[in-house]
């Protein structure tokens, strides 16, 4: 999966010797999703499943398409996760706790027990911010849609098509 931008690693003990768990990766980039509010996709989206729940969190690489250059613009990425339920509906996806966002690389690792569809976005600041606090993508303002296509009329909601 490494030519795709993802990384798994699997620590010792998440399975039993005996046991096998395959894993489903698919990288997206285009569909139905709705990301949180002031941010913008900085990966592709990868729909990843197992077919088992793993005894111990794993670590999960997305290659991202920012060159971070210093500690400060690492504060401004996280990870997002949706669960799609209804293959009608488009995903609707969450801030993530957590995530490791390093200098110098194009990848971002989470530590996770969960499957989903993930990605990484970048958190906007606040144009009324002349205070310079870090206002890390709150959940205030717009959200963005990757939708193709006509955009979700239904939910009334301020979205921005990103291709």
């Given at each position: 999966w490494n030519e795709c931008g993802f990384t798994l690693y699997i620590p010792a003990g998440a399975l039993l010797p005996t046991e096998t768990c395959?894993?489903?990766?698919?990288?997206?980039?285009?569909?139905?999703?709705?990301?949180?509010?002031?941010?913008?996709?900085?990966?592709?989206?990868?729909?990843?499943?197992?077919?088992?729940?793993?005894?111990?969190?794993?670590?999960?690489?997305?290659?991202?398409?920012?060159?971070?250059?210093?500690?400060?613009?690492?504060?401004?990425?996280?990870?997002?996760?949706?669960?799609?339920?209804?293959?009608?509906?488009?995903?609707?996806?969450?801030?993530?706790?957590?995530?490791?966002?390093?200098?110098?690389?194009?990848?971002?690792?989470?530590?996770?027990?969960?499957?989903?569809?993930?990605?990484?976005?970048?958190?906007?600041p606040y144009p009324d911010d002349e205070s310079g606090s870090d206002n890390e993508g709150t959940g205030n303002g717009s959200e963005n849609s990757?939708?193709?296509?006509?955009?979700?009329?239904?939910?009334?909601?301020?979205?921005?098509?990103?291709?």
């Amino acid at each position: 999966w490494n030519e795709c931008g993802f990384t798994l690693y699997i620590p010792a003990g998440a399975l039993l010797p005996t046991e096998t768990c395959p894993v489903a990766v698919k990288a997206i980039i285009a569909g139905r999703f709705i990301l949180p509010k002031r941010t913008e996709l900085v990966s592709a989206f990868y729909a990843i499943s197992a077919s088992r729940k793993l005894r111990k969190k794993v670590k999960t690489e997305l290659q991202h398409c920012l060159l971070l250059e210093n500690e400060a613009q690492t504060k401004h990425l996280h990870f997002i996760k949706a669960h799609q339920t209804n293959p009608g509906l488009p995903y609707h996806f969450e801030l993530q706790p957590g995530g490791e966002f390093m200098v110098n690389t194009r990848y971002a690792a989470l530590w996770q027990s969960e499957f989903s569809t993930e990605a990484i976005v970048r958190a906007q600041p606040y144009p009324d911010d002349e205070s310079g606090s870090d206002n890390e993508g709150t959940g205030n303002g717009s959200e963005n849609s990757t939708e193709e296509g006509d955009q979700n009329q239904e939910d009334n909601q301020n979205t921005d098509e990103v291709t």
